[in-house]
């Protein structure tokens, strides 16, 4: 009994090791964050941007980092326009208290 005859420069097979690729969510979360930060003209795309990076924190392991960074962004940036809506509505209401006519 013999054995068959074994090819001495048999290639081993080489196998690159999968990642699991960023996606969209987590980039586009930073992206709508860092455009909020320097532009700042809506107060829809922080909360779109936040709810991304939200989805991309929870389903995608490897954005994990941009989705951090893109929610922190955002957030950022819905806390300044909370304080801006705010500070404008005091101002408001106290310019309108200065300028009350009282009838009686």
Excluded at 26 to 42: D, H, N, Q, R, W
Excluded at 43 to 62: D, S
Excluded at 90 to 101: E, H, R
Aim: charged share 5%; glycine share 10%.
């Amino acid at each position: 009994m013999s054995y068959p005859p074994q090819d001495p420069y048999q290639q081993q097979d080489y196998y690159q090791p999968a990642y699991p690729q960023p996606r969209g969510k987590s980039i586009a979360s930073l992206v709508l964050g860092l455009v909020s930060l320097v532009f700042g003209f809506t107060f829809v795309l922080p909360i779109i941007g936040v709810i991304l990076g939200a989805i991309g924190m929870a389903k995608e392991p490897a954005g994990c980092g941009m989705a951090i960074a893109g929610v922190i962004l955002n957030l950022i940036c819905l806390a300044g326009w909370i304080a801006l809506i705010i500070i404008l509505a005091l101002l408001g209401i106290t310019i309108w208290a200065s300028t009350a006519v009282t009838l009686f």
